[in-house]
């Protein structure tokens, strides 16, 4: 069964840290991009950021653009998404999603997936 399981979300603090993972099972990562998503109430999904199955491309939202760093292990199956200097505004569900072809300028474009984790729940507040 294909399936992308996020893990490592929480409560943290303005300023805080936390490591977000995306493992895989039912397939192999290597072939695939790998897409970090969120999602606040009331707004809609949007990207945070997107790797190449080769390492050779990655894109950030400018939003995140120097907090949070985006970087995979092929031989663990997963994905990994740091995310420093956390501000409120990072609230959301994160989401990972997976798909074949890499694409800069439309990996942000959810549309492009084939396969989604369930999410998990990050909160920025004192």
């Known amino acids: 069964q294909v399936q992308l399981v996020e893990s490592g979300g929480g409560l943290v603090q303005p300023g805080g840290s936390l490591r977000l993972s995306c493992a895989a099972s039912g397939f192999t990562l290597d072939d695939y991009a790998i897409g970090w998503f969120r999602q606040a109430p009331g707004r809609e999904r949007e990207g945070v950021s997107c790797?190449?199955?080769?390492?050779?491309?990655?894109r950030y939202a400018d939003t995140v653009k120097g907090r949070f760093t985006i970087s995979r292990d092929n031989a663990k199956n997963t994905v990994y998404l740091q995310m420093n200097v956390l501000k409120p505004e990072d609230t959301a569900v994160y989401y990972c999603?997976?798909?074949?072809?890499?694409?800069?300028?439309?990996?942000?474009?959810?549309?492009?997936?084939?396969?989604w984790g369930q999410g998990t729940q990050v909160t920025v507040s004192l």
């Open positions: 790797i190449s199955s080769s390492l050779g491309s990655i």
């Open positions: 999603a997976a798909r074949r072809l890499f694409e800069y300028y439309a990996c942000f474009n959810p549309a492009g997936y084939s396969y």
